[in-house]
């Protein structure tokens, strides 16, 4: 009747409690497993059909528990569906149930047909347009504002962890707490600190530096994820190290606006990124903020462009400086575009003076038709013709 309010499994003394209190068990017998799409922490993750009695059959997500488990990794695996059945949003992925009564154990979800956000992004660079990527962030958004008001901090808020489905509707997942419990280091994006690991790039300070999470690092995390969107599913922080990362957001350096991002956009996301997380905005104001946008899209019109003295320090993708280099051969292998060396060459581009004279329409004509590809050069060669003209 009142407000809901999570419940950490961990808190039972009996966790299989938990997962008899909020997930329900499914009969084996009505669930189809078709095909592995992926491994998980705990073992294969495949797609397949539910049949409920009395439902019509859906396309489902089946994660397993390998064999040869101990009890602890069966109740690390389960709490998952034991939080994940508390909650009940358009843009949370949704629990069907366990199956616990036999073996394998499995957890079924409801089937996202796009896949996790990131690669489905990188896949489709460039194909979508602004109003699509901003209701892609505003569903995101409203997942997060459930949970915030559930008491549920995610602590891992990433475009890997959002899936899609085949309306482009974008869901929160990936309610797995054993990350924080269990030291394992196959995955680069989590870095081991005292206590567990921690995905630093998306990640608020004062969570890295005193492991404070609260729904405000959440609210960090999810300026980095409109990053990621925006700009088709790039690596927050490109190359750099996961200390060079802490080092400058310490010296208050931001990400710069991804290409053709509307400054507004790239405003919350500097909002997000506030040093102090008391004035960082809460996820109820973010959603209404991205409401806004969608009603009144000429608000997306202004392309943000990086002014001359900003007042926000702004990370520059290593743009290298062009006076270093003395060939167009160099400048490609700066840029990691050495694959066009024949076509620049082969086209008359043989001098720096002459590519930074280049239009999208030069790109295409000498061959360069990848979308991303094209981006990537193109705002070399704008950087290079300020530099040029400095």
């Not at 347009?129 to 990433?158: C, F, P, W």
């Not at 995905?199 to 300070?205: F, G």
């Amino acid at each position: 009747p009142g407000m809901k309010i999570y419940i950490d499994p961990f808190t039972y003394e009996d966790p299989n409690e938990a997962v008899r209190e909020f997930a329900k068990e499914i009969d084996v017998s009505t669930v189809k497993i078709e095909e592995v799409i992926g491994a998980g922490e705990f073992g294969e993750v495949y797609k397949g059909r539910l049949k409920l009695p009395g439902k019509r059959e859906i396309y489902v997500a089946i994660k397993t528990l390998k064999s040869g488990y101990v009890e602890k990794q069966r109740r690390d695996f389960l709490s998952e569906a034991s939080i994940m059945g508390q909650f009940d949003h358009p843009n949370i992925i949704r629990l069907e149930g366990v199956v616990t009564k036999s073996r394998p154990v499995m957890i079924v979800t409801e089937f996202m047909e796009n896949g996790a956000l990131d690669s489905f992004l990188r896949q489709n660079d460039g194909q979508f347009t602004v109003i699509q990527l901003v209701g892609m962030m505003r569903g995101i958004s409203a997942g997060m504002k459930y949970l915030s008001e559930m008491n549920y901090v995610h602590r891992d808020l990433a475009a890997r962890n959002i899936l899609v489905n085949s309306n482009l509707v974008c869901k929160v997942s990936d309610f797995g707490l054993s990350r924080y419990l269990q030291e394992d280091t196959s995955d680069p994006s989590y870095t081991s600190s005292l206590g567990g690991k921690i995905p630093v790039r998306w990640t608020a300070p004062e969570a890295i530096a005193y492991r404070k999470f609260t729904s405000a690092s959440d609210v960090w995390s999810y300026g980095i994820v409109m990053w990621e969107v925006m700009s088709f599913g790039e690596r927050p922080y490109w190359d750099m190290s996961n200390q060079d990362v802490i080092n400058a957001i310490e010296q208050d350096y931001r990400l710069p606006p991804p290409m053709d991002c509307p400054s507004t956009l790239h405003q919350l996301m500097l909002d997000c990124w506030q040093k102090d997380r008391n004035v960082r905005p809460r996820f109820a104001d973010i959603v209404s903020t991205l409401d806004k946008m969608i009603r009144n899209p000429t608000s997306l019109k202004a392309i943000a462009n990086i002014p001359s003295v900003p007042s926000q320090p702004l990370l520059d993708r290593s743009i290298p400086d062009f006076n270093t280099f003395s060939s167009v051969e160099d400048w490609l292998g700066a840029i990691k575009m050495s694959q066009y060396r024949d076509n620049f060459l082969n086209s008359g581009f043989t001098s720096l003076q002459l590519v930074a004279q280049m239009t999208s329409e030069d790109l295409l004509r000498i061959g360069v038709t990848l979308a991303g590809h094209q981006k990537k050069i193109l705002s070399n060669v704008q950087s290079m013709r300020v530099q040029m003209s400095q």
